[in-house]
C-alpha cells in the first residue's frame, strides 16, 4: 500500500506553546489529506479535511483557529496546535488520498502531550 | 447519532480458529466499505475492502461480507494468528458526500496461542 508518514511521533511541551505536525505522502500524490485525533479507547474522529491548495473544511466543534491545518502542496500537510493546553493531548493521525474514490492511507501518528 | 457501530467492544480467539468482527451502520447512503487494523500508538493499516455492488471480497485470509438489506458487514479473519492481535475499524462512505469515512468504535482482538 502507499506510505503516509508523520513527524513527530511523539512530541511534549509546555501548555501556551504552538507544536507543529508534519504529514507526508511518501510515494503518490495526495490530493486530499485528513486530520484525525484518538483518545485512549476510542475511535478515530476527524478534525478537519485539506485538499491541496485550498482552506482546511473542519468538522463541527472543532477549532480553526486552534488547529492550523496547511497543504501547501500535493506530498505535504501540516496541522499546527497553538497555544496547546494539557487537554489538546492526544494521538493525532492524518490520512491522505490520491483521488475521491482511492483509499485513504493512515500515517503512524504524532503523541502529544502538554504538560 | 453513531452511523456504524462495532457493538462488540472486545473479542478473544484461539489461534486456528475463525475470528469474526462485524459492524452495523444506518446511513443507506454509504456505498463503499473498509476494515482497517490498528496497533497500540501506530496509525490504522488498510486491510480489505468492499463496494456496495459485491457481498463478499477475499483476500487471502480475510473475508469481508456485505448484507445491504441488513445494513450489516462482517470481516472474518481463517485461521486466525497471534499477530492479528489488534483493534480492528471498521469505516464506512457514500460517493455523494466525498467519500468520507466514518469509523466505527473499534474492536479489539485478541488471538490466543
Known amino acids: 500500500g502507499a506510505v503516509v508518514s508523520q513527524h513527530p511521533s511523539r512530541v511534549i511541551c509546555k501548555s501556551g506553546t504552538s507544536v507543529k505536525i508534519e504529514c507526508r505522502s511518501l510515494?503518490?500524490?495526495?490530493?486530499?489529506m485528513f486530520w484525525y485525533r484518538q483518545f485512549p479507547k476510542q475511535s478515530l474522529m476527524l478534525m478537519a479535511t485539506?485538499?491541496?491548495?485550498?482552506?482546511?473544511?473542519?468538522e463541527q466543534g472543532v477549532e480553526k483557529d486552534k488547529f492550523l491545518i496547511n497543504h501547501a502542496s500535493l506530498t505535504l500537510s501540516t496541522l499546527t496546535v497553538t497555544s496547546a493546553h494539557p487537554e489538546d493531548s492526544s494521538f493525532y493521525i492524518c490520512?491522505?488520498?490520491?483521488?475521491?474514490?482511492?483509499?485513504?492511507?493512515f500515517g503512524p501518528g504524532t503523541r502529544l502531550t502538554v504538560l | 447519532d453513531q452511523q456504524v457501530k462495532q457493538n462488540s467492544p472486545s473479542l478473544s480467539v484461539q489461534e486456528g480458529r475463525i475470528s469474526i468482527l462485524n459492524c452495523d451502520y444506518t446511513?443507506?447512503?454509504?456505498?463503499?466499505f473498509l476494515w482497517y487494523k490498528k496497533y497500540p500508538a501506530e496509525g490504522p493499516t488498510f486491510l480489505i475492502s468492499?463496494?456496495?455492488?459485491?457481498d463478499k471480497n477475499e483476500d487471502g485470509r480475510f473475508t469481508v461480507f456485505l448484507n445491504k438489506s441488513a445494513k450489516h458487514l462482517s470481516l472474518h479473519i481463517v485461521p486466525s494468528q497471534p499477530g492479528d492481535s489488534a483493534v480492528y475499524f471498521c469505516?464506512?462512505?457514500?460517493?455523494?458526500?466525498?467519500?468520507?469515512?466514518?469509523f466505527g468504535g473499534g474492536t479489539r482482538l485478541m488471538v490466543k496461542p
Open positions: 446511513n443507506s447512503m454509504f456505498d463503499y
Open positions: 468492499i463496494s456496495s455492488i459485491k
Open positions: 510515494d503518490f500524490q495526495a490530493t486530499t
Open positions: 485539506s485538499n491541496e491548495g485550498s482552506k482546511a473544511t473542519y
Open positions: 469505516a464506512a462512505s457514500a460517493n455523494n458526500a466525498g467519500n468520507m469515512l466514518t
Open positions: 490520512s491522505a488520498r490520491q483521488g475521491t474514490l482511492d483509499t485513504q492511507y
